[in-house]
């Protein structure tokens, strides 16, 4: 049996999709069932949905063996997981954008809104540039339109929010997209079985 956490909402159903291809469905799931954790004894899997922030708990602690997350969370959180597989799924860029009309003014420090405090201090730093972080937990657009910061580092799939907030990317940091990732003595205990997971969901 293999335990998996999945990302609640559109990024977790594309990976159920791609599970359930592979091999790994699970008869009673249901995209609109408010049930937590889904079963099938012979695939021998067994689902949690949870907040996509929570994924790397549940796998770093070992309630789940593995789970899907996206990029952007391991670069912030930096669990103590293996990174086993690029799905290839929910596909962005990680961003710094401004208002339109924005220049940057190296005298004082630049005032960053965003959810991924560690990651947007490890890129100003290793660019040299200080920096002042205002730390939001969403809406993240909102702040340099309302002047509480000069720019934003948060993630940019289509483009439309910042295009409807009148926004520009000033600098693209990363790409970004959904990674399998495994819990260490799950991996060491469980290895064979892990292994013909990641590769069927390769395609192998
Ligand atoms: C994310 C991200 C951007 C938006 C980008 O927000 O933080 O705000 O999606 O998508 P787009 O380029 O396709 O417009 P999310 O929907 O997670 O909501 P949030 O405001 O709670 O962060």
Redesign the pocket.
């Known amino acids: 049996m293999i335990n998996i956490a999945l990302p609640k909402g559109r990024l977790g159903e594309k990976v159920y999709a791609a599970l359930a291809a592979a091999g790994y469905g699970c008869k009673e799931y249901s995209p609109n069932s408010r049930k937590l954790i889904f079963r099938d004894d012979q695939n021998g899997v067994s689902y949690f949905w949870v907040k996509p922030s929570d994924v790397a708990v549940y796998v770093e602690l070992g309630a789940a063996d593995v789970g899907v997350l996206g990029k952007d969370l391991i670069d912030e959180m930096q669990p103590d997981v293996y990174e086993l597989l690029d799905l290839k799924l929910g596909t962005?860029r990680m961003c710094i954008a401004a208002l339109k009309d924005f220049e940057d003014d190296f005298v004082k420090p630049l005032r960053v809104a965003t959810?991924f405090v560690r990651s947007a201090e490890k890129y100003f730093s290793s660019v040299g540039r200080e920096i002042e972080i205002i730390h939001l937990?969403?809406?993240?657009?909102l702040a340099p339109v309302l002047g509480l910061s000069d720019v934003i580092f948060?993630?940019?799939?289509?483009?439309?929010?910042?295009t409807e907030n009148n926004l520009k990317i000033v600098r693209q940091v990363s790409s970004i997209s959904a990674r399998l990732i495994a819990n260490k003595s799950s991996y060491q205990f469980g290895r064979k079985e892990i292994d013909r997971l990641t590769e069927r969901l390769k395609g192998g």
């Open positions: 962005c959810k937990n969403g809406s993240i657009e948060d993630l940019v799939e289509t483009g439309k929010t910042l």
